[in-house]
């Protein structure tokens, strides 16, 4: 009672926050999983079938093929979107003149401010077969015929992950530069009077120091694999359907084209129930709550 | 412990992303199989008001198309509605995603009194779900609808449940999906009208090679299309009709047959030659009716009112462009059938928790009327148009909005149209009212749609054999039960 005295107010202000969380995020959540266990209709009665949405989305082999998908080209993002921003921030970390880091740093962030639908537009004009500039380059400088990119089942999954990558680089790059600056400098002025060199400088101290933040993007990373929706949606046509629809893809089939809206919410919940355990096992490995 | 409990707790958070707000309410309505006395302003004059207004009458629609252009349009718009028939109006026009809208407000339980579709696979399905109210009594006990002047007694069939109920009201008329040429382009090369396959491979391939646009470069192609949007014309030739088609008792989709190998053939040599837009793929229908406006094509595939929308488009762009869009006949197959594809209808439906069912059918006998259907075409009186006697005039706000507040046709036969259609758009409507039928779209549909696009693009791209790729496509769909032989 004290403590109510003494922080009242704080708790006060807690109130919207926590009631914020309550109305747009555990009601939906309690409600999508009370949908799950539903033969849900949009009007009349609901009656509750058990299992049997479960049932339903785990023998219906589209939800396995859109697994694998997610599994292949969410891997595919974690592993690149974690790499190629790493090296580049620390390639600018190495770079002295300040003008060029600030606009590689920039160049690189504008991708990230655009939505998908307008990366999913310059993109899918990009690798156009007749006008784009990446088969321009194939036919006029490599005398190749040119590929139809975004048609061609075999480059759709390469696609997806080295363009989620290309976007989001920017975003993640800032993250690893904030945390190289914030490596007491110290620790290099003692490493280069050991006679340490660049490269022992940046495998010594720079990357033993950046790896709380590269534990926690990591595993921002990880939370997000799962939840692809947009960049596919943007970015796929029938003919590459069967390589890129992620589950994401055949929830919103289900529940918005078909208004199957108890599988649908099953679905749902097994992405819920995959990213909690992803989580869990990416946290185990990289011993997160030592950060 | 605490672990896992703050892990899932996060993940949870995240998660709400993943869910659609589910909350619902068991919406029920009493009143909604009430049926309210017609309107009384069926024959009332384009722009008079309501003889006796709808006293207390309120009426709230959720649409894709009808209404104002802007939201300050659609205020005025609202304000006409009221002025016309008494009823206070409130039109809820979503700027994107209507579908998902729909979905989000009848599983939300939000009680709208009409809501416009146009998907009759989603009717079937709302009538399943008990979302749409019963109108059979008041379609066939109403003076408005129940003429065959104002609605042919033949179109009703596509508004019945499988139990033969009235579940909705058109909307406005709707057409079909052909091969739209460039006139000017045939006549400019010498060219006569295609009729035969073999005669639309020469026009395409003479757009191709030459320079139908005078620009002195190869850059035109003679075929664009958006995926198999909409290839009927053309998958006539071959006696195919697309999605399903039931051959005794069974579902069948004739897209997955040996009939249609040597059409993907067909396609698949176009696309070798340069003659088709290798973008076709890719293409969405905006990308393909730019490369037709631009000279960059020669024919796309897409609807009859689209006709006279090119038309009139490039000719205020310049009124001299000797421009011309027109609409072609599907080829024949075999046995001189022609196969055309006439698009599902726009229609109304009274959810079955309106809360002014009888504002809604008094609003769907007037939009059959003329005052309805003036508002709908030209839109607004002195916004959009103004009147002197009998003769109408666009304002320039009119002639931007192209005449379609949500109705630019419609089946009134007792309606004439004050400016006349745009150039072409008649010609090609006597094409689909010819040929044209609607597609059977099953229970399955969309999963079906995946497999049948997937190689039929593979093998009009040339990235799969024709004759392997209709195999894979038939074995898939039977294996996994989408059809029965």
Known sequence: MGLLKKYGALYLMMVPVIAYFIVFAYYPLVKGLQTSFQDYKLMGDRPYVGFANYDAVLHDSLFWEAMVNTLVIGGGILLFSFIAPLVIALSLNEVLRTWFKKMAQMILYVPHLLSWVVVGGIWIFMLSPDSGIVNMILVHVFHRAPINFLADSGYARWIMILLSTWKEMGYTCILFLAGIVSINPSLYEAARMDGATRWQQLTYVTLPQLSNTMKVVFLLNTLGILRIFDQVFILRNPTIASKVDVLMMYTFQKGILEIKLGPAAAASFFVLVLTLALTLVVRRMTRFDEV | ?485
């Open chain 2, 1 to 485: 412990m605490r672990k896992v409990w703050m892990t899932m707790s996060t993940v949870a958070v995240a998660s709400t992303m993943l869910l659609s707000g589910c909350g619902t309410e068991n919406g029920t309505n009493d009143a909604a199989n009430t049926n309210a006395p017609a309107g009384n302003n069926a024959t009332a004059g384009a722009n008079v008001p309501a003889e006796t207004p709808a006293a207390d009458m309120k009426l709230r629609i959720l649409d894709a198309n009808v209404g104002g252009k802007t939201p300050e349009e659609n205020t005025k718009f609202q304000a006409e509605i009221k002025r016309l028939t008494g009823i206070d109006a409130s039109i809820e026009k979503p700027a994107s995603d209507y579908d998902q809208k729909v979905l989000t407000a009848l599983g939300s339980g939000e009680k709208y009194d009409l809501i416009e579709l146009s998907d009759l696979g989603k009717l079937a399905t709302f009538v399943d779900q008990g979302v749409v109210t019963d109108l059979t009594d008041f379609v066939t006990g109403s003076k408005v609808l129940s003429d065959p002047k104002v609605v042919p007694t033949a179109e009703w069939g596509q508004l019945k449940d499988k139990d033969g109920k009235f579940v909705a009201v058109f909307s406005k008329f709707q057409g079909g999906t052909m091969p739209i040429v460039r006139k000017d382009w045939l006549d400019k090369l010498g060219l006569q009208e295609p009729k035969t396959l073999d005669e639309y491979y020469n026009v395409l391939k003479a757009f191709k090679e030459k320079d139908p646009d005078g620009n002195g470069k190869n850059d035109t192609y003679g075929l664009s299309t958006s995926d198999l949007y909409d290839i009927q014309g053309f998958m006539s030739a071959a006696g195919v009709k697309a999605h399903y088609v039931m051959k005794d008792g069974k579902r069948t989709i004739p897209y997955a047959t040996e009939a249609a190998v040597p059409m993907y053939a067909w396609f698949a040599k176009l696309v070798k030659e340069g003659i088709m837009d290798p973008n076709f793929v890719t293409n969405d229908t905006g990308k393909m009716r730019n490369l037709f406006l631009s000279d960059r094509v020669g024919m796309v595939t897409y609807w009859d009112a689209w006709v006279g929308m090119f038309n009139n488009t490039r000719k205020q762009a310049d009124p001299n462009t000797k421009f011309q869009a027109e609409a072609l006949e599907g080829i024949p197959g075999a046995d001189g059938t022609i196969l055309m594809r006439r698009g599902d209808p726009d229609f109304w439906i009274i959810p079955a928790n309106a809360e002014h069912p009888d504002a809604a059918k008094k609003f769907l006998e007037f939009w059959h009327t003329e005052p309805g259907i003036t508002l709908g075409s030209l839109g607004i009186e002195n916004e959009d148009y103004t009147k002197e006697g009998d003769a109408y005039k666009l304002t320039p706000t009119g002639t931007e909005h192209n005449m379609d507040h949500g109705v630019p046709f419609w089946y009134n036969q007792n309606v004439k149209y004050p400016f006349g259609k745009l150039p072409g758009v008649q010609e090609a409507q006597d094409l689909v009212t010819k040929n044209a039928t609607l597609e059977l779209s099953l229970p399955g549909w969309p999963d079906a749609e995946k497999i049948v696009k997937n190689y039929a693009l593979k093998a009009m791209s040339g990235q799969m054999d024709p004759a392997e790729a209709v195999k894979k496509m038939h074995e898939e769909l039977l294996g996994k039960k989408l059809i029965d032989e």
